[in-house]
């Protein structure tokens, strides 16, 4: 079994759905935490090619961007859709999340931060809810089985509308019938529930 060394900030962001995938395949990682003060020294270090975080080292080699780090690890770890069309929409939606994330940063950084991020969200959850109906037998996004695809939209949801607490749907999700019962069976599968009822102790809130 590879070594896997997963470090980021103390903030769920964008490395959640990372460890998420670890959890839910009951891989062993280290999950270093770097506290702000600390990042300076260690970006000068050239550890991280981009000069970003988060980054995962596999057996001391090095891979950066959140969610190709995503894509990797489930492949590695058999959450990742089992035919081509899918892996693309996994990426798709991971795309996505990503697109959602720096525009919601954007949005906090603005007076009217909390009606710019809560459109953003009402218009992807308008999204994943015409996804999801195409897929309306499963409960799942893509497929018979939970995939990276439900986990990183799942991350992102909970640690921005929640800000990571294991019971409840997002009141904002009640709208979309899909979208909140496709949020509970994600959250109720058991390796999620436990990550989320044992958050680490040291952890930042922030935007999500």
């Avoid at 103390?10 to 990682?29: L, N, Q, S, T, Y």
């Avoid at 899918?86 to 007076?111: P, R, T, W, Y």
Wanted: hydrophobic share 40%; charged share 25%.
């Amino acid at each position: 079994m590879p070594q896997y060394k997963l470090t980021y900030f103390p903030i769920r962001g964008k490395a959640e759905c990372i460890r998420m995938v670890f959890a839910i395949a009951g891989v062993e990682f280290e999950d270093v935490r770097v506290h702000p003060q600390d990042w300076p020294k260690l970006k000068e270090s050239g550890l991280s090619p981009s000069g970003q975080l988060p980054i995962l080292e596999v057996n001391g080699q090095i891979l950066t961007q959140s969610k190709a780090i995503l894509s990797y690890v489930a492949k590695e770890l058999g959450l990742a859709p089992e035919d081509n069309f899918q892996l693309g929409q996994a990426d798709m939606l991971a795309g996505v999340i990503s697109e959602l994330e720096d525009k919601l940063n954007a949005a906090f950084a603005n007076e009217d931060q909390e009606k710019k991020a809560r459109n953003l969200h009402l218009n992807r959850c308008e999204y994943f809810e015409k996804l999801l109906a195409t897929n309306n037998k499963r409960g799942f996004f893509f497929g018979e089985k939970l995939t990276y695809a439900d986990v990183v939209v799942f991350a992102f949801l909970n640690s921005h509308l929640l800000k990571g607490k294991a019971e409840g749907i997002p009141e904002l999700l009640k709208d979309f019938l899909a979208l909140s019962a496709w949020y509970e069976l994600v959250r109720t599968q058991p390796k999620i529930l436990e990550w989320l009822k044992n958050p680490p102790a040291d952890i930042i809130d922030y935007v999500y």
